[in-house]
């Protein structure tokens, strides 16, 4: 079993910036598939960024591309941050981790890919 804890979610002013940091625990021997997907109330959960396990391919949804950027703690392979710029009152939602051992090319866009989830952290941006 491995275990995501998120955090670095709050209430931020339109254009500003937030980090996103979510933490393995558990079964973490092995280098995971990891991404970021969000909810807004009312909506589909929807990707939102994703890095691959080996060559440490990203992968981002058209809205969030050149402003929110993925990467892996240098230390901690299975601990990624989701540095959000920019940011828009439109990217207000709960934003979850998910984890896999190994997910195919191509494939880091759905949920049902992803083993392990997060419990969430809340991202409001006010206008």
């Known amino acids: 079993q491995v275990q995501l804890v998120e955090s670095g979610g709050g209430l931020v002013q339109a254009g500003g910036s937030l980090r996103l940091s979510c933490a393995a625990s558990?079964?973490?021997?092995?280098?995971?598939?990891m991404g970021w997907f969000r909810q807004a109330p009312g909506k589909e959960r929807e990707f939102v960024a994703a890095?691959?396990?080996?060559?440490?391919?990203?992968?981002y949804t058209d809205s969030v591309k050149g402003r929110f950027g993925i990467s892996r703690d240098n230390a901690n392979k299975n601990t990624v941050y989701l540095q959000m710029n920019s940011l828009k009152p439109e990217d207000t939602a709960v934003y979850y981790c998910?984890?896999?051992?190994?997910?195919?090319?191509?494939?880091?866009?759905?949920?049902?890919?992803?083993?392990?989830w997060g419990q969430g952290t809340q991202v409001t941006v006010s206008s």
């Open positions: 998910a984890a896999d051992p190994g997910i195919s090319s191509g494939r880091y866009y759905y949920t049902y890919e992803y083993d392990y």
């Open positions: 890095i691959s396990k080996s060559l440490g391919n990203t992968y």
């Open positions: 558990g079964r973490t021997s092995s280098t995971y598939a």
